[in-house]
């Protein structure tokens, strides 16, 4: 089983990973905000608004973990016959800080703009992850903040002088 930190672009972004069941994926009446259905738009990677944890009450951990994130990356998987859980598709939505909200029953929603498929961007954050990503699924209507690694920043450890 592929561990979470084996993630390559923990080492530059904070990733809120959130998965997605077929059901929603594949029914047309769940659109995007421009009434797209979600799953053409997610192929076309110009999705730009999503709810992770659909008919769930947002909690104030919720808003921590998407706060913290830079980009949620989302794998939509779906159940073969044979009970084995196949991967769907994979995006990677840069979060908007300032448009993140609640609706009226109360689940999240988040903002922003898709890395595009083919892009640096996506390799970066999809391809290069796609192993772990496919094979870490115990999320399970859950989502999962993976913060960056802090190696080899600098650390200013000096009080700053008065008057500044």
Known sequence: MAQLEDLKAHEKYNLL?????????????NTDLEGKPFKQTCEECTLTFFRPRMDKVAQEEDFQKVRKADYAVAVVYEKSTKEAIVQRSVFALRIDHDRIEVDDGGSLGIYGICAQKGSQEYEELVNKNAYCLTNYLQLQNSMKLIERKNEGLWVFTHKPMKGF
């Open 17 to 29: 990973l959130c998965l997605f069941k077929s059901d929603y994926y594949n029914d047309p009446t």
